[in-house]
């Protein structure tokens, strides 16, 4: 087998795959990336049972052939000199040659067999739903964030994906906030669903998207939810996992609303939180007809100022994460935010006004 390759195509193709690699798995295979050959494209697959992901090249060559290839090669690539690689798999000892320009290596590769299959999916009962990549981006990015990274509470390392009727919603918490988008009719047809996805495998879905498509079709199949586009197959596998229902923490009727510029919040709370103290990163927020006063005391020292916003309802202080507040702050792209809130001891709820389907729940903490 004998490739000769665009030194850029086939780098960004070896990046993506790596995203399913973890390097240390204790089945040798799993550190490694599948290569295989059809004399008409070249197709890179890696999986650490987890995650799956495909990558589709088109070349020209001689003959097929398939190889276990050390996940250094990405780097390798990357630091050839020349603008084109050529790659030639000796099947005798599965050793690939790489050369380009003036450089040569030599690399130990391994038994394809060894390697699990990737059984690649299609949609079924109906079309996949197709998303503009941007779009797709955007959703991931305000969900992500919310999603645990704790393993004490597996159901809440996911995100979860609710298929019914025309709509579809993505939901993420960590048991002290909660993320809710939902997203109207795509054009698509199939039967209710619901797909808890680890959110590791979509923050790796984000840094692939990153490296530019323009349309992404996702689809779940059985134990997984699926998302394809360009040249890539990407698989997240399904946590087994019951994910509460939410529809009760969310209250119908706020006693006291603000809009204010996002970026003025974001200038205030970032003052603050550099005396916040705790793992809660606590800072005060005193809602009045005057504006809204974000304070913190702590053994560091005293902050406040006054924010001017619109407001309607009840006056209202209390307590909340400073970390938790400017994380939404920092991936919406609003000019101006919306938050609610429900007496000083409900939840916190943050809105965009440009986006009726999108909610950021936040508990306030409760201080002796």
């Known amino acids: 087998m004998s490739i000769i390759l665009s030194k850029d195509n086939l780098y960004r193709s070896l990046e993506i795959v790596g995203k399913a690699l973890t390097g240390d798995s204790p089945i040798q295979a799993l550190n490694n990336i ?57 099947p005798d000892n599965l050793h690939i040659a790489v050369n380009s320009g003036h450089s040569s290596y030599n690399l130990f590769g391994s038994d394809p067999a060894d390697f699990p299959r990737i059984e690649e999916s299609s949609p079924s009962g109906g079309e996949g739903i197709t998303v503009d990549s941007a779009a797709l981006k955007e959703i991931l990015k305000m969900v992500v964030f919310a999603a645990s990274a704790e393993e004490t509470r597996p159901a809440f390392n996911g995100v979860l994906f609710e298929f019914d009727g025309n709509r579809w919603s993505l939901i993420s918490s960590d048991t002290y906030r909660l993320v809710l988008k939902s997203i109207g009719d795509q054009g698509w047809n199939f039967p209710p669903a619901r797909c808890l996805v680890p959110a590791k495998a979509l923050r790796e879905l984000l840094r692939v998207l990153d490296m530019g498509a323009e349309e992404v079709t996702l689809f779940p199949s059985k134990d997984k939810l699926v998302f394809k ?37 974001i200038d205030s709370v970032s003052r603050a939180t550099l005396l916040a103290e705790g793992p809660n990163s606590a800072i005060q927020l005193d809602v009045a007809d005057s504006g809204m006063t974000v304070r913190v005391s702590s053994q560091i020292g005293r902050m406040e100022e006054t924010v001017p916003v619109e407001k309607e309802g009840e006056e209202i202080d209390l307590h909340i994460n400073s970390r938790f507040v400017m994380d939404i702050l920092k991936a919406a792209s609003a000019k101006e935010i919306i938050i609610d809130f429900h007496g000083k001891s409900g939840p916190v709820i943050f809105r965009l006004p440009d986006d009726d389907n999108y909610l950021y729940l936040v508990l306030p903490i409760k201080m002796n």
Do not use: C, W
């Not at 995650?51 to 996940?71: A, F, Q």
């Open 34 to 90: 599948l290569m295989e050959s059809d004399s008409r494209q070249l197709i890179l697959s890696s999986t650490n049972l987890e995650l799956e992901i495909k990558v589709v090249l088109s070349y020209e060559g001689d003959e097929p052939g398939s190889v276990l290839i050390p996940g250094r090669l990405t780097d390798i690539v990357r630091l050839l000199p020349a603008e084109e690689v050529q790659l030639d798999l000796n």
């Open 229 to 265: 586009f360009s040249s890539v197959y990407f698989a997240a596998r399904l946590l087994n996992e019951k994910y509460p229902d939410i529809s009760s923490v969310i209250p119908e009727q706020y006693s006291t609303r603000i809009v204010l510029p996002r970026h003025d919040l």
